[in-house]
């Protein structure tokens, strides 16, 4: 894996070797040491999730404040446009984001640690995205920042109007939201 440090440097761009020929193509998809010694810390991986979003879905921003998790994100078909925020009160990049293009073409992965919401909008007809979290997903303690949150002016390459879950339209402002200390 080429590790790529992002304009927030905790959020990390994993772009995979990739061996191909004319049979096809193999590359290791996760790797726990490397992934170690990529992103400089140990994390335990507890969850693997799996979904299926239709062109111009846009999830997010989704985070858990208490049971943070940090997400290993990737898309086995199709693209879509993959946003972290971040939510650590004390850093100097607190309310900044970092967008990129992740997809089956490019097998990029993004790390999101603990502490930053995430979203993503599918930019392809549609997109399977898979990810590995550090913890478990805690419905009760599930917060969402509103996606077009002026302060934080993300520039999500909208090709269509968004479309959202009830959730996801009840987002609320960074400026109300529950935050890390």
């Given at each position: 894996?080429?590790?790529?440090?992002?304009?927030?440097?905790?959020?990390?761009l994993?772009?995979?070797?990739?061996?191909?020929?004319?049979r096809?193509?193999?590359?290791?998809?996760f790797?726990?040491?490397?992934?170690?010694?990529?992103?400089?810390?140990?994390?335990?991986?507890?969850?693997?999730?799996?979904?299926?979003?239709?062109k111009?879905?846009?999830?997010?921003?989704?985070?858990?404040?208490?049971q943070?998790?940090?997400?290993?994100?990737?898309?086995?078909s199709?693209?879509?446009?993959?946003?972290?925020?971040?939510?650590?009160?004390?850093?100097?990049?607190?309310?900044?984001?970092?967008?990129?293009?992740?997809?089956?073409?490019?097998?990029?992965?993004?790390?999101?640690?603990?502490?930053?919401?995430?979203?993503?909008?599918?930019?392809?007809?549609?997109?399977?995205?898979?990810?590995?979290?550090?913890?478990?997903?805690?419905?009760?303690?599930?917060?969402?920042?509103?996606?077009?949150?002026?302060?934080?002016n993300?520039?999500?390459?909208?090709?269509?109007?968004?479309?959202?879950?009830?959730?996801?339209?009840?987002?609320?402002?960074?400026?109300?939201?529950?935050?890390?200390?």
């Amino acid at each position: 894996m080429n590790a790529i440090l992002l304009t927030i440097p905790d959020v990390i761009l994993l772009e995979p070797k990739l061996y191909s020929d004319d049979r096809g193509f193999f590359f290791e998809s996760f790797n726990q040491r490397q992934f170690e010694l990529d992103i400089g810390q140990g994390v335990n991986f507890v969850q693997d999730n799996h979904s299926y979003s239709a062109k111009g879905v846009l999830r997010g921003l989704h985070y858990q404040v208490e049971q943070s998790q940090g997400k290993l994100v990737r898309v086995t078909s199709g693209s879509i446009f993959d946003v972290a925020v971040d939510l650590r009160r004390n850093s100097a990049t607190f309310g900044k984001w970092v967008g990129e293009i992740l997809s089956a073409e490019n097998k990029k992965q993004l790390w999101i640690p603990p502490g930053f919401a995430h979203g993503f909008y599918v930019l392809s007809d549609g997109a399977e995205c898979l990810y590995k979290t550090s913890n478990y997903y805690a419905p009760a303690h599930e917060q969402c920042i509103m996606w077009n949150d002026p302060e934080l002016n993300i520039d999500w390459q909208l090709h269509m109007q968004p479309i959202l879950s009830l959730k996801d339209q009840a987002g609320i402002s960074l400026a109300n939201a529950k935050v890390y200390e």
